[in-house]
């Protein structure tokens, strides 16, 4: 049963595949922002500019998600990657397991959903405008951060939580040091 874990390999690189394509989805909006701006034909005014910029941040949010699912669950799921005292080393990883991993993911998908929402809102003045389609953003963000809130307190509430390594707990009955 425990090699079984094995099986999660493919998952993992159907993953990076899926970060391929969303370079090249950047790499194709960057174009586009790029040759509107260039190009001089009124495609590029400040609105269009901004959606696009937005759209740019929103496949980097996602690709981030990726790289989180990817390098997390593989650590915490399969094996160790024994990066320890590897420059590139992310912090996070140092102590990431299945509860923490979930609270990242959550506080991520809140900001993906955040440029979706912002992107709505400056599409206010468009012509096709809906408000009932903005409004179930709106409800849909909520339960997001509703969620995000949710998993991040049963995590702290959990049995056996302990404080992020290198972060000294909390004593009220001392004073900081004076810098």
Do not use: C
Not at 16 to 30: D, G, N, P, R, S
Not at 62 to 90: C, Q, S, W
Not at 104 to 122: D, E, P
Request: charged share 15%.
């Amino acid at each position: 049963m425990f090699v079984s874990r094995w099986l999660q390999v493919p998952l993992y690189a159907g993953l990076i595949v899926a970060q391929l394509v969303y370079v090249w989805v950047f790499l194709a909006e960057l174009f586009h922002l790029v040759g509107d701006t260039l190009a001089g034909n009124g495609k590029a005014n400040e609105t269009t500019t901004m959606l696009a910029v937005l759209g740019l941040v929103d496949v980097v949010m996602v690709a981030n998600l990726l790289i989180m699912v990817i390098v997390g669950g593989y650590e915490t799921f399969v094996a160790r990657m024994n990066l320890k005292g590897h420059p590139d080393e992310p912090e996070w990883l140092s102590h990431v397991n299945a509860n923490v991993l979930k609270v990242k993911l959550a506080t991520a998908i809140v900001g993906i959903s955040s440029i979706h929402l912002l992107k709505a809102f400056i599409g206010i003045s468009e012509p096709g405008w809906q408000w009932q389609q903005t409004m179930w953003q709106v409800i849909v963000h909520m339960v997001f951060i509703a969620s995000a809130i949710a998993l991040a307190l049963i995590d702290k509430l959990m049995p056996g939580h302990a404080p992020d390594k290198g972060a000294e707990p909390h004593r009220p009955d001392e004073t900081a040091p004076i810098s």
